[in-house]
């Protein structure tokens, strides 16, 4: 026997390549194997970018008796969770209901029919906090395998049981309407932190998909209660130690309520999503061209934020890379610890920047003598209390840091490009230089976008999970992949006037239809035809990212408005059933679900904007409609379409004629049409969504 891992595509896996364990990737064969054996399965479920992962590897997966008794009493399976979300979610859900809890490393043991019967996360080396060792884990498992198999073959199928009988019915539960939204809110109101800005307490994660739906809230409904918890959520997180001071950029989450400490890994899916928001806050508070500190506060950290995605993640392929380490090498002690590459000390600031220097940047960002973090080390943030200092001379110690600390050992790379998680940086980077006159940014969103459809999609257009290095993954896609695509390519069409990417959303939301949804109009999160679990994964809350089911339900009604299609319209209606039963219940974990249904109820609307390509009037009309706060709202521009299809590449532009031989604008919604207009101050009100 060997570790069969040299071999995967996975980042993660690779990472295990070179444990004694007797590794296999999830496979049909393991689990034969386990049956041939007459032995259980230990199913190990991590990321490459989990800190408590890289402990438990350390301590139990490279140590030789634990891996041995493993060998010899297991077939030992290891997943990346990011690869295969479906089997990470149908385990995690067993873990959870039996638990309480559940998080990563997670270690699940099961029957050679893939039946858990014992949970668990992170298991130490020794016994610690009340924990068992894993060692002991390992033992008590192996004892009732053998001593108590019939026993463990019942809990085994109970569990499974269990699992099937929560299959969702939220297609019948009507469309979610102004009253549900309200609820939700409301929800929300009692939940925020007044002081500090988010959501509940320790840990706080930046709540990306919650402020899309207050804002969109705001836009729909003139709430400034809505606008201003988005504002001070977005403004603590920006000044907070979550927020990358130097190179821009989110980590994972805080580990306190202040923001000040964050777990280090930079993931690309909260990036992507933050970026976003941070580009609509401003476009929502920097209206007319008027600037104001928070909407300058709002335009930098989207800016930095796209900029780093492209600095620090985009592939030589042209996507964009999963994750960056919280682990790095400290380059004093040489340990390989956590945010060794983020903290620094007094000391550490004066030897980059002088004596001076360094006390005015301890002052404007938070570094003290004790230290925020660990060993004396600080975490840079941005303290309301801080002194009041010239841009300029910030920017110049910023530059400083940046180039110091670049010289410092940086943290792993996931290189794997997930879909989904391109799908949202693909739409961010498209908004972000389309608001900010960045085309380069627009060309690295159309860059990614290429690379799905080149590696990702087949001649079917079903998409692979991932890739590596040009190489295609093994395991299919799953619904956020198709969703978050769809939205990312609408997004660009929307941006660049192509066509073209109009076409792949629609190839990717009726293979939603075809191979994801149930009769009842509720979706599942695997194709009908995918690999059989022990039951079929159907989650429709939104957490660190939209969940398949509202990603597909935006993208589907995104669809519809842009090409009348009362089946796609339908279908997102349906999937927002969802919405009516959980937005008034659970509005932290719907967030993305309440931003589409926001902008169901407020048509979307559909904006054509036709003219000549090389008339600077279209460009302003097009900008403006881009700009509009109207929750939803699509955009298509360019040549006019004549009635028979020819001319122009969007089904709005349609029959759509210049006024005076001028660039023209068309804002249509609920069937109803404005009056066409040439001026862009006229298309901003008629964009304008805020009404009873």
Request: glycine fraction near 10%.
């Amino acid at each position: 026997m060997s570790n069969r891992l040299a071999n995967e595509t996975s980042p993660y896996l690779l990472q295990h390549a070179d444990n004694p364990v007797d590794w296999w990737p999830w496979s049909p064969e393991a689990f034969a194997e386990a049956r041939e054996r007459g032995v259980p399965v230990l199913l190990s479920v991590g990321y490459s970018s989990c800190h408590w992962c890289h402990v438990m590897a350390h301590e139990s997966f490279e140590d030789e008796l634990v891996a041995a008794y493993m060998n010899e009493h297991f077939v030992n399976i290891k997943v990346d969770r990011e690869e295969r979300p479906d089997v990470d979610a149908v385990y995690m859900e067993a873990v959870q209901a039996a638990t309480g809890q559940g998080g990563w490393p997670m270690t699940v043991f099961l029957t050679p029919d893939a039946e858990p019967f014992y949970f668990g996360t992170y298991f130490p080396p020794e016994p610690r906090h009340g924990m068992p060792s894993f060692m002991e884990i390992l033992e008590g498992v192996r004892t009732a395998w053998v001593g108590r198999h019939e026993e463990v073959a019942e809990v085994a199928q109970r569990i499974v049981r269990d699992l099937a009988g929560r299959q969702l019915d939220y297609g019948k539960a009507g469309t979610p309407g102004p009253e549900e939204l309200a609820q939700a809110l409301l929800g929300l109101t009692r939940e925020y932190d007044a002081v500090r800005g988010g959501f509940g307490g320790a840990p706080k994660f930046p709540p990306s998909m919650v402020l899309e739906f207050l804002l969109r809230h705001h836009a729909r409904t003139g709430s400034e209660g809505a606008l201003q918890m988005a504002a001070d959520t977005c403004e603590a997180m920006a000044r907070g130690g979550i927020y990358d001071q130097l190179g821009g950029g989110f980590a994972r989450y805080s580990v306190d309520r202040e923001w000040v400490v964050p777990h280090f890994e930079k993931m690309l899916y909260d990036n992507a999503l933050l970026c976003r928001v941070y580009a609509h806050l401003w476009r929502a508070t920097a209206r007319d061209g008027v600037a104001n500190e928070l909407g300058d506060l709002a335009r930098r950290v989207a800016l930095e934020t796209a900029d780093f995605m492209v600095r620090e993640l985009r592939t030589t392929e042209g996507g964009f890379a999963s994750a960056l380490d919280a682990d790095s090498e400290d380059p004093q002690t040489g340990a390989h610890v956590e945010g060794a590459y983020y903290a620094w000390t007094p000391a550490q600031l004066a030897e980059v920047l002088g004596e001076e220097d360094a006390a005015l940047a301890a002052a404007c960002f938070g570094v003290t003598e004790e230290g925020t973090f660990e060993h004396g080390k600080s975490v840079l943030r941005l303290p309301q209390d801080g002194p009041v200092v010239d841009a300029g001379v910030i920017d110049g110690i910023r530059r400083r840091l940046f180039a110091a600390r670049a010289e410092r050992p940086a943290p792993g790379r996931d290189d794997k490009v997930v879909a989904a998680w391109n799908g949202l940086a693909i739409a961010a980077l498209a908004e972000c230089g389309a608001y900010f006159d960045r085309p380069d940014l627009v060309e690295r969103a159309t860059e990614a976008a290429d690379l799905l459809v080149r590696v990702h999609m087949d001649g079917r257009a079903r998409l692979a999970r991932t890739s590596k290095d040009g190489r295609v993954g093994a395991n299919a896609g799953v619904l956020e992949d198709y969703g978050d695509v769809a939205d990312g390519f609408l997004a660009l069409a929307a941006v660049t006037g192509e066509g073209v990417w109009l076409e792949f959303a629609g190839f990717l939301v009726d293979l939603v239809l075809d191979r994801f949804t149930a009769e009842d109009g509720s979706l599942y999160d695997t194709a009908h035809d995918a690999e059989r679990l022990i039951r079929r994964p159907q989650d429709p809350t939104d957490t660190a990212a939209p969940s398949g089911w509202t990603a597909a339900a935006g993208a589907l009604l995104s669809y519809a408005a842009h090409t009348g299609s009362e089946a796609h319209r339908t279908a997102a209606e349906r999937a927002l059933g969802v919405v009516h039963a959980l937005g008034p219940r659970v509005p932290r974990f719907i967030g993305h679900g309440l931003a589409v249904a926001e902008a169901l109820l407020d048509g979307p609307r559909e904006v054509a904007v036709v003219g000549h390509p090389d008339d600077p009037a279209l460009a302003a009309l097009h900008r403006t409609a881009l700009l509009g706060t109207a929750p939803g709202a699509v955009v298509a521009v360019g040549l006019p379409r004549a009635a028979d299809g020819s001319g122009g590449e969007f089904p709005l532009l349609a029959e759509r004629t210049l006024v005076h031989d001028l660039p023209t604008a068309y804002v249509c919604r609920h069937f109803v049409c404005a009056r066409p207009t040439t001026d862009p101050v006229q298309l901003a009100d008629q964009l304008g969504a805020v009404h009873p």
